[in-house]
């Protein structure tokens, strides 16, 4: 399993935007790469997947605002996040997933407010 760092959260304006990055330990070739979220008092919940082959899914809360992306020669993945809202507020953490094992870092902040 690799082991995975992310980095750039930090406040934003209400409109504004941010770049989530996840940096792995090892290849990341094989796996599905995800960004998940955890707001306080609630669930952690899916914000965007993409394949090894660079398919994709996005909750619906974020469609037409975040975009995932991953490079697999720097074993890096990112999360382009645009007119950032209020209630995009919460720990967000990347996560590798293969054979139903997974991996997570350590989650990054991400606070969006006036």
């Known amino acids: 399993q690799v082991q995975l760092v992310e980095s750039g959260g930090g406040l934003v304006h209400p409109g504004g935007s941010l770049r989530l990055s996840c940096a792995a330990s090892?290849?990341?070739?094989?796996?599905?790469m995800a960004w998940y979220r955890q707001a306080p008092g609630k669930q952690r919940e899916l914000v965007a997947r993409?394949?090894?082959?660079?398919?994709?899914n996005y909750a619906d809360s974020v469609k037409g605002r975040f975009t995932i992306s991953r490079d697999n020669a720097k074993n890096t993945v990112s999360l382009q996040m645009n007119d950032l809202k209020p209630w995009d507020t919460a720990v967000y953490y990347c996560?590798?997933?293969?054979?139903?094992?997974?991996?997570w870092g350590q989650g990054t902040q991400v606070t969006v407010s006036s």
């Open positions: 090892g290849s990341i070739f094989f796996y599905v």
């Open positions: 996560n590798a997933g293969r054979f139903g094992l997974d991996s």
């Open positions: 993409i394949t090894n082959v660079g398919n994709t």
